[in-house]
């Protein structure tokens, strides 16, 4: 069966990149959520007026891959310590959030969540976000699964 699962973690592309070779992830792509604009553009979201987030939207089959496990990459691939931020991406929009599409996402994202808080893996404290998924509005195409187009663009055959 396909799920949809949803996660901001500072800029799309690295996490896009880093979930779409995950064996049982069918599909991913990167776009904005959580803001009241319809079809934002990178530039409206970058401008940290609409309060979208950059997030990357994966469908996978749990028959391969479960939502804990695509959980437990999105925390570890990102710092969650920082509000507004990852790396020297500073805005809004970098912001580290999950938007749950069922009850049962939230309820693995807050036990994953606490269980890390409790455990001391990160030096601060958590500031993700878990949230109900919104309006998913598709980023521009040159976004959609940008390193791996940088990467084919690059090679010389």
Avoid at 74 to 98: K, L
Avoid at 143 to 148: F, K, N, R, T
Wanted: with cysteine; aromatic share 12%; hydrophobic share 35%.
């Amino acid at each position: 069966m396909l799920h949809t699962a949803t996660f901001g973690a500072g800029c799309f592309w690295g996490i896009e990149a880093l979930l779409a070779q995950q064996p049982g992830v069918m599909k991913t792509s990167v776009g904005y959520m959580g803001g009241p604009k319809a079809n934002p553009s990178y530039q409206e979201v970058c401008s940290g007026e609409t309060d979208h987030v950059e997030v990357v939207q994966v469908e996978f089959t749990d028959g391969t891959i479960s939502y804990e496990q695509l959980l437990q990459l999105f925390w570890a691939n990102h710092d969650p310590t920082t509000p507004n931020r990852q790396g020297p991406d500073i805005g809004t929009q970098y912001r580290s959030v999950v938007f749950y599409h069922t009850q049962v996402q939230k309820v693995e994202a807050q036990a994953l969540m606490q269980q890390l808080q409790k455990s001391g893996y990160f030096p601060g404290p958590i500031v993700t976000a878990i949230e109900p998924a919104q309006e998913y509005w598709l980023a521009e195409e040159y976004h959609q699964q940008y390193l791996e187009k940088r990467h084919l663009s690059s090679c010389r055959f």
